[in-house]
Nanobody
Framework: QVTLVESGGGVVQAGGSLRLSCAASGVTFNFYTMGWFRRAPGKERESVAAISSSGSNTVYADSVKGRFTISRDNAKNTVTLQMSSLKPEDTAVYYC????????????????WGQGTQVTVSS
């Protein structure tokens, strides 16, 4: 059974930082691209960042480029999203997802999803 569990969400002031983690189990982790997505209240799901199975390639949404950094530890089956210079518009539920043998930010590519963690950025 594949499980993705996000952690690290919370409330932070604008300009602050937060670090999200996602722990995967039940998958051969280094076969999977890992991605982060978010959904703000009343809005469509938005892609945030993705990292290839080896960690050698990353891609970011324009809205977070230069502020967020995605990384992974294949020995620990974890992926991390370091978020800096947070803005109120970053407020959303953040989800991690896993895509087998594919790379990119299209949500339709992803096979497994976590339950999400809430990030709230206050102004």
């Amino acid at each position: 059974q594949v499980t993705l569990v996000e952690s690290g969400g919370g409330v932070v002031q604008a300009g602050g930082s937060l670090r999200l983690s996602c722990a995967a189990s039940g998958v051969t982790f280094n076969f999977y691209t890992m991605g982060w997505f978010r959904r703000a209240p009343g809005k469509e799901r938005e892609s945030v960042a993705a990292i290839s199975s080896s960690g050698s390639n990353t891609v970011y949404a324009d809205s977070v480029k230069g502020r967020f950094t995605i990384s992974r530890d294949n020995a620990k089956n974890t992926v991390t999203l370091q978020m800096s210079s947070l803005k109120p518009e970053d407020t959303a539920v953040y989800y991690c997802a896993a895509a087998r043998l594919k790379f990119g930010l299209h949500a339709s590519m992803y096979d497994y999803w976590g339950q999400g963690t809430q990030v709230t950025v206050s102004s």
